[in-house]
């Protein structure tokens, strides 16, 4: 049984299997959420995780993320 | 300022050097694609965009970077519906992650209607970004004192209201405008109000470096066309600034030669 990670995603909880063995990275739950990590940017509990730790940030359970992108704007 | 007359008439702000001097907001467009041929016709070089959450239901949503290519097009992230300091400078700092740039357009503001510039917040943002090494433009309120502290605190561009928001009214202040950029030596930027092309060609008479807008465009009925108009209402009132205009007088004095009338 794979063990899940609920995370706070932009303000609503969702629940992730972690990997088999391993920890759910920050570039694990993009890849489960499909977006192009080259236009997106993450905070993790208010902190800003760069593009370059993605891989080595890992996520439990409680966590919460906000998932940002430019949009238009004035 | 010879150039001018030669099409080398550029600026600078924060060591990048721009020809075009209207800067225009992507936001309230009908799509994408309107958004894309609004700023083509614009000839605008840097844009604002607005960081926002990603619709995680709808992953494979196009993005404004598949319209609006951001290796030709400056983005300037900008912190509009930011309420608080805090809320800005955490936008901003996403916004940098995401785009991988440092110039920024900060604004923090008071409450509708009229969304007017929060002056004590704008100060506490623009220090700690400053701080953090983010090259900051301040949207600000028309304040004398507030442009030359904020210049002084090492904003890049000082960027006045001409209006409210959103509000198309025109510049209703430009003799304050005036004033203001007596003493500021950055960048000055008129940064909304206005509502038609006319008010942009106002904003650059009066001097102002670069004029930016959103709404005049895209809450024109075409507002491609309006785009347009407005590139050409920059470049006629930069022109005109750069002519200087003859003197106001009081009364008439006559085009033609009184000399040599016939009796």
């Given at each position: 049984?794979?063990?899940?990670?609920?995370?706070?995603?932009?303000?609503?909880?969702?629940?992730?299997?972690?990997?088999?063995?391993?920890?759910?990275?920050?570039?694990?739950?993009?890849?489960?959420?499909?977006?192009?990590?080259?236009?997106?940017?993450?905070?993790?509990?208010?902190?800003?995780?760069?593009?370059?730790?993605?891989?080595?940030?890992?996520?439990?359970?409680?966590?919460?993320?906000?998932?940002?992108?430019?949009?238009?704007?004035? | 300022?010879?150039?001018?007359?030669?099409?080398?008439?550029?600026?600078t702000?924060?060591?990048?050097?721009?020809?075009?001097?209207?800067?225009?907001?992507?936001?309230?467009?009908?799509?994408?694609?309107?958004?894309?041929?609004?700023?083509?016709?614009s000839?605008?070089?840097?844009?604002?965009?607005?960081?926002?959450?990603?619709?995680?239901?709808?992953?494979?949503?196009?993005?404004?970077?598949?319209?609006v290519?951001?290796?030709?097009?400056?983005?300037?992230?900008?912190?509009?519906?930011?309420?608080?300091?805090?809320?800005?400078?955490?936008?901003?700092?996403?916004?940098?992650?995401?785009?991988?740039?440092?110039?920024?357009?900060?604004?923090?503001?008071?409450?509708?209607?009229?969304?007017?510039?929060?002056?004590?917040?704008?100060?506490?943002?623009?220090?700690?970004?400053?701080?953090?090494?983010?090259?900051?433009?301040?949207?600000c309120?028309?304040?004398?004192?507030?442009?030359?502290?904020?210049?002084?605190?090492?904003?890049?561009?000082?960027?006045?209201?001409?209006?409210?928001?959103?509000?198309?009214?025109?510049?209703?202040?430009?003799?304050?405008?005036?004033?203001?950029?007596?003493?500021?030596?950055?960048?000055?930027?008129?940064?909304?109000?206005?509502?038609?092309?006319?008010?942009?060609?106002?904003?650059?008479?009066?001097?102002?470096?670069?004029?930016?807008?959103?709404?005049?465009?895209?809450?024109?009925?075409?507002?491609?066309?309006?785009?347009?108009?407005?590139?050409?209402?920059?470049?006629?009132g930069?022109?005109?600034?750069?002519?200087?205009?003859?003197?106001?007088?009081?009364?008439?004095?006559?085009?033609?030669?009184?000399s040599?009338?016939?009796?």
């Amino acid at each position: 049984m794979p063990s899940t990670v609920t995370l706070t995603l932009n303000g609503e909880s969702r629940a992730f299997n972690a990997p088999v063995g391993g920890a759910l990275s920050v570039q694990g739950l993009l890849v489960l959420l499909e977006l192009d990590m080259r236009k997106v940017a993450v905070e993790l509990n208010e902190e800003i995780v760069p593009r370059s730790r993605y891989t080595e940030t890992c996520l439990a359970s409680g966590d919460s993320l906000e998932i940002v992108h430019f949009i238009g704007g004035g | 300022m010879d150039g001018a007359v030669a099409g080398e008439d550029t600026w600078t702000v924060a060591g990048r050097t721009f020809r075009s001097r209207l800067i225009v907001g992507t936001g309230r467009y009908k799509d994408l694609e309107e958004t894309a041929a609004a700023i083509e016709a614009s000839g605008a070089e840097i844009v604002t965009v607005a960081v926002r959450r990603v619709n995680l239901s709808d992953p494979k949503a196009p993005m404004l970077q598949d319209y609006v290519d951001p290796k030709k097009i400056t983005y300037l992230p900008n912190t509009a519906g930011c309420f608080t300091a805090r809320e800005a400078v955490r936008t901003l700092r996403l916004a940098r992650e995401a785009g991988g740039w440092n110039l920024v357009k900060l604004e923090v503001l008071g409450p509708a209607p009229l969304l007017y510039p929060d002056m004590p917040g704008t100060f506490e943002a623009a220090k700690e970004l400053i701080a953090d090494g983010f090259e900051v433009m301040v949207y600000c309120a028309d304040d004398p004192l507030a442009a030359v502290r904020l210049q002084e605190m090492g904003c890049v561009a000082i960027m006045p209201l001409g209006a409210p928001i959103g509000s198309g009214l025109g510049l209703q202040n430009p003799a304050m405008l005036s004033m203001i950029m007596e003493n500021v030596t950055v960048p000055f930027v008129v940064d909304a109000g206005v509502g038609t092309a006319s008010d942009a060609t106002i904003a650059m008479e009066l001097g102002c470096d670069a004029v930016l807008l959103n709404s005049a465009i895209a809450h024109a009925k075409n507002p491609v066309l309006m785009a347009k108009a407005m590139k050409h209402a920059v470049q006629a009132g930069r022109l005109a600034h750069l002519a200087g205009r003859m003197p106001r007088r009081l009364g008439a004095d006559p085009s033609s030669p009184l000399s040599g009338l016939i009796r």
